[in-house]
């Protein structure tokens, strides 16, 4: 099944999503930081012939508004109320991977009575990380940009799946493949991860929860753990030998364990 463009307008910011269509449940699938909706197509694909998916290109990535002033957390789950709003996504399940994790975690806490289930892959409440945005500047300050093909940003984004998945992100222009986001929106993205804790909000969500974490380390151990004790009910999994993009390098097992979740909601 192939997906449609539809966008979504919010406070004057363009916000593009890849509707897959399908029947039943709806989904909402948002990428992480730097990321893009494409990331997950192959996931998508396979679910669509099951549910709604709608997959979103967030504030700052992607087809979407490259430099909005407000790049907040609250702005960022405004946008997923926008989304499913506007494109009528009655009660849908967040899913989310990293920083889109973050996000969909924060919506769900935020409007307990529209979310029917949240999953998180490889993302949690974090703690404050002060260092995050200097990381992350540093990082994309360090992409030989632009790269002289999709293969060679394919191959220094880590090849392989994953840095297929990162490099189709790319558009090229001005004589070669960038990205299509701002670095400095990146890093500003961040900034209130890097001051403070979210376990509060963590705590506020009711509806059912699934967490898959990669062996990434990214989510520190003690964290799950806390998130966990917090909230026992939680549904966990690990998938052994994966990194922090483990939705790119498994989307077959990451379906599977969809599936199952989704399965239970019924």
């Given at each position: 099944?192939?997906?449609?463009?539809?966008?979504?307008?919010?406070?004057?910011v363009?916000?593009?999503?890849?509707?897959?269509?399908?029947p039943?449940?709806?989904l909402?699938?948002?990428?992480?930081?730097?990321?893009?909706?494409?990331?997950?197509?192959?996931?998508?694909?396979?679910?669509?012939?099951?549910?709604r998916?709608v997959?979103?290109?967030?504030?700052g990535?992607?087809a979407?508004?490259?430099?909005?002033?407000?790049?907040?957390?609250?702005?960022y789950?405004?946008?997923?109320?926008?989304?499913?709003?506007?494109?009528?996504?009655?009660?849908?399940?967040?899913?989310?991977q990293?920083?889109?994790?973050?996000?969909?975690?924060?919506?769900?806490?935020?409007q307990?009575?529209?979310?029917?289930?949240?999953?998180?892959v490889?993302?949690g409440?974090?703690?404050?990380?002060?260092?995050?945005?200097?990381?992350?500047?540093?990082?994309?300050?360090?992409?030989?940009?632009?790269f002289?093909?999709?293969?060679?940003?394919?191959?220094?984004l880590?090849g392989?799946?994953?840095?297929?998945?990162w490099?189709?992100?790319?558009?090229?222009?001005?004589?070669?493949?960038?990205?299509?986001?701002?670095?400095?929106v990146?890093?500003?993205?961040l900034a209130?991860?890097?001051?403070r804790?979210?376990?509060?909000?963590?705590?506020q969500v009711?509806?059912?929860?699934?967490?898959?974490?990669?062996?990434?380390?990214?989510?520190?151990?003690?964290?799950a753990?806390?998130?966990?004790?917090?909230?026992?009910?939680?549904?966990?999994?690990?998938?052994?030998g994966?990194?922090?993009?483990?939705?790119?390098?498994?989307?077959e097992i990451?379906?599977?364990?969809?599936?199952?979740?989704l399965?239970?909601l019924?």
């Amino acid at each position: 099944m192939a997906w449609s463009e539809h966008v979504v307008v919010r406070d004057g910011v363009r916000l593009a999503c890849r509707d897959w269509g399908g029947p039943g449940q709806p989904l909402v699938l948002l990428h992480g930081l730097a990321g893009h909706a494409g990331e997950w197509d192959v996931l998508a694909g396979r679910l669509s012939s099951r549910y709604r998916v709608v997959a979103v290109d967030q504030r700052g990535h992607g087809a979407s508004q490259h430099r909005p002033r407000d790049v907040s957390r609250a702005a960022y789950v405004a946008d997923v109320i926008a989304v499913v709003d506007q494109l009528a996504l009655r009660h849908p399940v967040l899913v989310g991977q990293s920083l889109g994790g973050h996000t969909a975690m924060l919506t769900a806490a935020a409007q307990p009575g529209r979310v029917r289930a949240l999953v998180l892959v490889e993302a949690g409440p974090g703690g404050a990380n002060p260092d995050g945005p200097v990381d992350i500047g540093d990082w994309l300050d360090s992409w030989p940009t632009p790269f002289p093909s999709r293969e060679a940003a394919a191959a220094f984004l880590g090849g392989g799946p994953v840095g297929a998945g990162w490099a189709a992100g790319l558009e090229e222009r001005a004589g070669g493949w960038w990205p299509r986001f701002d670095r400095d929106v990146m890093v500003r993205s961040l900034a209130e991860n890097a001051r403070r804790s979210f376990r509060h909000e963590w705590g506020q969500v009711a509806c059912p929860t699934l967490v898959v974490l990669a062996q990434s380390g990214f989510i520190p151990a003690r964290e799950a753990d806390e998130m966990f004790r917090q909230r026992p009910a939680t549904m966990a999994m690990s998938i052994p030998g994966t990194g922090h993009d483990l939705h790119l390098e498994e989307p077959e097992i990451l379906h599977t364990a969809l599936a199952d979740f989704l399965e239970s909601l019924a």
